[in-house]
Nanobody, 116 residues
Framework: QVQLVESGGGLVQPGESLRLSCTAS????????ANWYRQAPGKERELVAT????????SYADSVKGRFTFSRDNAKNTVYLQMTSLKPEDTAMYYC?????????WGRGTQVTVSS
């Protein structure tokens, strides 16, 4: 059983940056496709970014493309979401996800609030 723990959320002003981390235990993170999702109050959960297992190929939602960068540090069993030029509409609970075939693991989330 893989456990995922997110960290790095917080309250920032528009235009500022944050880096979210997600560390896995109980399994090798690089064996899984990793995803960041977010969910704002009253909205459905949306996929923000994905990173592939081996090659580390990334993809992003149009709303964050050019501002967010997804990376993984296999030695630390951790993935990161670097978020820059944050906007109020980025405010949400951010969730880390690890997926491989029928295996699907989620963290509890970290809150990101962008407000002046």
């Amino acid at each position: 059983q893989v456990q995922l723990v997110e960290s790095g959320g917080g309250l920032v002003q528009p235009g500022e940056s944050l880096r979210l981390s997600c560390t896995a235990s109980g399994g090798t993170f690089s064996n899984y496709v990793a995803n960041w999702y977010r969910q704002a109050p009253g909205k459905e959960r949306e996929l923000v970014a994905t990173i592939s297992r081996v090659a580390g190929i990334t993809s992003y939602a149009d709303s964050v493309k050019g501002r967010f960068t997804f990376s993984r540090d296999n030695a630390k069993n951790t993935v990161y979401l670097q978020m820059t030029s944050l906007k109020p509409e980025d405010t949400a609970m951010y969730y880390c996800n690890a997926r491989r075939s029928v295996d699907d693991y989620w963290g509890r989330g970290t809150q990101v609030t962008v407000s002046s």
